[in-house]
């Protein structure tokens, strides 16, 4: 992983060319600047798949048993930016039947 890399530079750089035996010489000065980007996390919940980042489940109305969300082994969480995370956040667009449904983590 990068991290937030950036970097100015000042080059000198020497120019020769030889036409009809003469040689000349220039000297160019260029300043290089490299400024990091932040790149966007990427979670991909079925790493198995390399054609897309999704995965689905069925869940059947009045089953007793829980619907896992995800293959826990193939979950695959990246940043180009950083090694490790701090925190994961889950937003839920749909309100819960609190009487027959619930999240665990």
Request: net charge negative; hydrophobic share 40%; glycine share 6%.
């Given at each position: 992983a990068l991290g937030a890399y950036s970097e100015i530079g000042a080059y000198t750089f020497n120019a020769t060319s030889v036409a009809n035996a003469t040689v000349s010489r220039t000297t160019l000065?260029?300043?290089?600047?490299?400024?990091?980007?932040?790149?966007?996390a990427v979670l991909d919940l079925d790493?198995?798949?390399?054609?897309d980042t999704g995965f689905?489940?069925?869940?059947?109305?009045?089953?007793?048993?829980?619907?896992?969300?995800f293959d826990t082994a193939?979950?695959?969480?990246?940043?180009?930016?950083?090694?490790s995370f701090s925190y994961l956040e889950?937003?839920?667009?749909?309100?819960?039947?609190?009487?027959?449904?619930?999240l665990e983590v």
């Open positions: 000065d260029a300043t290089i600047t490299v400024l990091s980007v932040n790149d966007v790493s198995s798949n390399p054609i689905s489940v069925v869940f059947r109305e009045g089953s007793v048993s829980g619907v896992p969300i193939k979950v695959n969480l990246t940043d180009l930016d950083h090694d889950l937003f839920l667009s749909n309100p819960f039947d609190g009487a027959y449904e619930s």
